[in-house]
């Protein structure tokens, strides 16, 4: 099967038996057809092949007396609950063609661990030469290789047992990411006073850092970072604002990437104006882009305090529909605003009114905004003139 390359974070190895002769491809077509549709879409390993989540199955047997023994080698860099599921999806596998069959998963091992032993042992040959070359103390630097080893490794913190950095305690700053992955790009660039919120709900141990700590909130550059932004801040003590480049997550940031978006950091009361800012420009842009739409319609409009359209009906029924109302903010109405409007809006508490003109009123609510539009849709504030 094809499908990108997989970095593989696990390796599952199950032991088979088949009562008859059976091939590589047998074998392989037995898991695939037999695991189909049992853990749903998601998990269906022809899927997860074509998105790189799982590598290409092997098949290493042998065949004797008949029958054929050996093992299913499957790679894949899914997290460790999904892995499981995986690897006890093949023990349903009960046939290969026509001959009963038996899979029994013997292991699932860390292929990132075994990468990291191997470093860690070239890292010693390396230091060894080194000490042949320059008369350095090979067995000080060793010591010193596995100290700065152990201290890039991600850590559990708190009740939570949050992913974070070795330097979370002690620091007087850190920097709050969305997920592992993040904590770990961020070690990997020197980046060790880093903590993950680990989920969409604010860990209370993030709250409590934050109360003694300058706390940098550092998101991905989409849709999901403001919305974890919104979460964090309305709970715990945020001082700075962080974002990926725009469509790119924190984890596959380089290190230059990172550097200039922790520099181009934005104060808090800082980002809170600028939002501020912007939630008034989207909703001038969507007050006028409503107006326009009622523009010689003859209609009217309720609309939200989220500036949603509650109901659109024809001109004539607005005091009816007025009468009725229930939850309205703003009205908008392709005609004359009159003094029974105003005051029943008033008695509604509706807070806003746009109209194409005024009609001979003596008062306006004191609780209520008019404002006026031409045929253009450009729109004014209205107030009476004293004198």
Do not use: C
């Amino acid at each position: 099967m094809g499908g990108p390359p997989v970095n593989v974070k696990y390796i599952i190895f199950a032991r088979f038996e088949v009562d008859g002769v059976a091939e590589k491809s047998d074998i392989i077509g037995a898991i695939f057809g037999q695991t189909e549709g049992l853990l749903g879409d998601e998990l269906d390993l022809r899927e997860l092949q074509k998105i790189g989540k799982l590598g290409r199955i092997d098949v290493e047997y042998e065949v004797k007396g008949g029958k054929t023994f050996g093992t299913v080698i499957v790679p894949t860099n899914l997290d460790k609950p999904e892995v499981a599921l995986i690897a006890a999806s093949l023990e349903v596998i009960d046939k290969v063609g026509p001959n009963s069959a038996k899979i029994e998963v013997k292991e699932i091992k860390d292929a990132r661990e075994e990468k990291r032993k191997k470093i860690l042992e070239r890292a010693k040959e390396l230091l060894l030469k080194w000490k042949e070359s320059k008369n350095v103390d090979s067995e000080q630097l060793i010591q010193e290789l596995l100290e700065n080893y152990k201290s890039a490794q991600v850590i559990k913190y708190g009740p939570e047992q949050l992913d974070a950095g070795p330097e979370v305690e002690n620091s007087s700053e850190i920097i709050v990411v969305e997920g592992r992955a993040d904590v770990i790009n961020m070690l990997k660039h020197g980046y060790r006073n880093v903590i993950a919120l680990n989920g969409s709900k604010v860990p209370q141990t993030i709250i409590n850092l934050s109360k003694n700590k300058k706390v940098t909130l550092f998101v991905d550059g989409d849709r999901a970072g403001d919305l974890i932004i919104k979460e964090v801040i309305g709970v715990a003590k945020v001082d700075y604002i962080a974002r990926a480049p725009f469509g790119k997550e924190v984890e596959e940031l380089n290190s230059k990437e990172i550097a200039n978006a922790l520099s181009d950091k934005m104060p808090i009361n800082e980002y809170l104006q600028k939002i501020k800012i912007e939630k008034k420009i989207e909703k001038s842009q969507a007050i006028n882009d409503l107006v326009r739409s009622i523009i010689g319609t003859m209609e009217a409009m309720f609309l939200d305090e989220n500036l949603n359209i509650i109901d659109r009906f024809p001109l004539k029924d607005i005091i009816d529909k007025l009468s009725k109302s229930d939850k309205v903010s703003t009205l908008i109405l392709d005609g004359i605003i009159t003094q029974r409007v105003l005051d029943l809006a008033a008695e509604k508490g509706i807070g806003s009114i746009y109209g194409y003109k005024v009609g001979n009123i003596s008062s306006i609510p004191p609780s209520i905004n008019i404002y006026l539009f031409d045929e253009q849709g450009m729109i004014s504030k209205y107030e009476i003139k004293s004198g």
